[in-house]
């Protein structure tokens, strides 16, 4: 006899967690810049980030908050993010 196969939750999957991480950071990050409670980080101008910020095709598409900071963390971790859930589930739609 064949041992029927459980399938795993939804919330215990790898791919979920990142992305309710990814979704949990962009939360945090609205939070802070609109109440303005946020980190003192330095300034950005004269670094190579800077360079990549100010590009036209970032400033035209990326430009989700005022903070080039933030701008860059949602770009890296959303890239990263989708990314990781694709692989994920098409690793969950090949298994079975």
Do not use: C
Request: net charge positive; proline share 3%; hydrophobic share 45%.
């Amino acid at each position: 006899m064949e041992k029927a196969q459980i399938k795993r939750p939804l919330y215990k999957r790898s791919w979920f967690h990142t992305f309710l991480a990814f979704i949990v950071s962009q939360l945090y990050i609205n939070f802070v810049e609109i109440t303005g409670y946020g980190p003192n980080m330095r300034s950005i101008d004269g670094t190579f980030l800077e360079n990549i910020v100010g590009l036209e095709l970032f400033q035209r598409y990326f430009s989700f908050y005022e903070t080039p900071w933030y701008n860059l963390f949602t770009v890296f971790f959303g890239v990263v993010t989708i990314i990781h859930v694709t692989t994920g589930i098409i690793k969950d739609i090949r298994n079975g």
